[in-house]
């Protein structure tokens, strides 16, 4: 492709994903966004919020992390980690400085902070596969999570489990409520880039305090498994899930009617497919629905790079988005999205990456889920705009449907930032839908 036509094609591409940052809402700009931002990078202000939004729960401290979100240019990815990993050392440090003999709920309280921010320390690394700092946060992050873990009144277990057809592990912990008699329990796990100690503080602690007993685990492109066992996503989630489910339903303090499965961004596509094949789970959660998302990311591009990829031009297709991704002007998310999405997918081209993002499609799907399914959606969903409203319409009168807004504070993709208001409105839910099986 000549240089020119390639250039014109960028700028198109450009301009389509700026667009793309806050589609299909009413709220166009930041201006008309009701919510303070963070910083005026869209992506970096939302995984700033993604980690405050762990506070309630014992994953994260607001002041310091403000403290850090201020050392930070937008879009520059260097920045955000090194603003990260100067907090979580020192939050590491000040634990490891705690008796945890005499002070065992300071110590843990500090070392599910520093694990946090090991994570988002690690979070825009992805684009240099060899960078070393992927691993080594990676084993930081999980050493203070564990300590802090063994800390809590009932420590939750690790596990590996064997996949059915024996091709990877899955890592899971389960976290009991320490109450007697069978009892609810949830399977969850996040999605594109979350990990299951990110859950815990999410959504887990919240189920644990009303009594639901949790189960986090990681598939093929999350985290754990990615790095371990050098696996990308597969689409067929019931591979991962029902391991899992096998797992749970030996532990006498779960109720093996009672068992939801719950995912998280683009686990809003993982959880119902896996629930489509596995009638053991009686309620879903998708948060956010995600119906097609090979479309999500083509629907991001103009017509003539699709009329590309479609014509399976790999080398001009190539060439457009390498460009894209490496020219810092382009927005962080897009930036962002194609890194992690072909390092989480372990594949090393763009076109190859949309291919195999095709085949992750809830269309032929939808009508097999037949359990109650909790599809939340958010105002301003900057990855999956409209993925959940055609996931709800698909799998129809079981899809309880809730559209979180800007105005509730809720309106972020995953309404992250509302962890509590969330926990309430999916958590309730789920407690009315075992009682009415059980009338
Ligand atoms: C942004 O939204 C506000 C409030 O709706 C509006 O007054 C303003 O004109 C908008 N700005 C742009 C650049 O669209
Ligand atoms: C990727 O990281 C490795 C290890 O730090 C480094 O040697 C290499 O130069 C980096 N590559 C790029 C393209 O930045
Ligand atoms: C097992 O994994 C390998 C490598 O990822 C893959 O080529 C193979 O198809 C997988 N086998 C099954 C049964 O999925
Ligand atoms: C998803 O599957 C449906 C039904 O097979 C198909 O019509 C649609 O084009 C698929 N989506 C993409 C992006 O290929």
Not at 25 to 36: E, S, V, Y
Not at 90 to 119: G, W
Not at 289 to 299: A, T
Request: include cysteine.
């Amino acid at each position: 492709m000549k240089s020119s036509q390639a250039l014109r094609l960028f700028g198109l591409f450009n301009v389509c994903i700026a667009s793309a940052v806050q589609p299909s809402t009413k709220l166009k700009n930041a201006t008309a966004d009701p919510m303070f931002q963070l910083s005026s990078d869209e992506d970096f202000h939302f995984e700033l919020l993604r980690v405050l939004s762990l506070a309630p729960y014992e994953g994260a401290d607001i002041g310091e992390v403000l403290v850090a979100a201020k050392k930070i240019a937008a879009g520059d990815f260097e920045s955000f980690y090194d603003a990260f990993y100067d907090l979580a050392t020192q939050v590491d440090e000040t634990a490891r400085n705690i008796d945890k003999d005499k002070y065992p709920v300071s110590a843990r309280n500090a070392l599910f902070r520093a694990s946090s921010y090991y994570r988002s320390a690690d979070f825009f690394l992805h684009g240099n596969w060899s960078d070393p700092r992927i691993n080594s946060l990676w084993d930081k992050q999980l050493n203070a999570f564990d300590t802090a873990n063994s800390l809590l009144p009932v420590p939750g277990k690790r596990v590996n489990l064997q996949a059915r057809d024996g091709n990877f592990t899955v890592p899971a912990i389960f976290f009991g409520t320490g109450l007697t008699g069978p009892r609810p329990t949830i399977l969850m796990c996040n999605g594109y880039d979350g990990s299951q100690e990110e859950m815990y503080h999410l959504i887990g602690k919240a189920a644990l305090e009303r009594g639901i007993n949790v189960i986090t685990y990681e598939g093929p492109g999350q985290p754990t498994v990615r790095r371990g066992q050098n696996i990308g996503f597969i689409p067929e989630w019931e591979r991962v899930v029902s391991p899992v489910v096998d797992f749970a339903i030996q532990h006498p303090e779960v109720d093996p009617e009672a068992i939801g499965l719950m995912g998280y961004s683009f686990g809003g596509y993982l959880a119902p497919r896996a629930a489509a094949f596995d009638k053991r789970i009686a309620a879903v959660f998708a948060v956010d629905g995600v119906y097609d998302f090979g479309k999500s990311l083509l629907d991001q591009f103009p017509q003539e790079l699709k009329d590309i990829f479609y014509s399976g031009d790999a080398d001009t297709f190539n060439s457009v988005i390498e460009a894209a991704v490496a020219d810092p002007s382009t927005k962080t998310v897009m930036r962002w999205g194609v890194q992690q999405g072909m390092w989480s997918f372990n594949i090393d081209t763009p076109f190859e990456w949309l291919t195999k993002a095709l085949a992750y499609n809830l269309t032929e799907v939808a009508d097999k889920i037949k359990q109650p399914i909790f599809i939340g959606d958010a105002q301003l969903d900057q990855f999956f705009p409209g993925q959940a409203k055609a996931l709800a319409d698909a799998v129809g009168t079981n899809a309880l449907y809730r559209y979180f807004t800007a105005d509730e504070g809720a309106g972020e993709h995953c309404s992250i930032g509302a962890s509590v208001l969330q926990s309430q409105v999916m958590l309730d839910w789920f407690e009315d839908v075992l009682s009415k099986d059980k009338e």
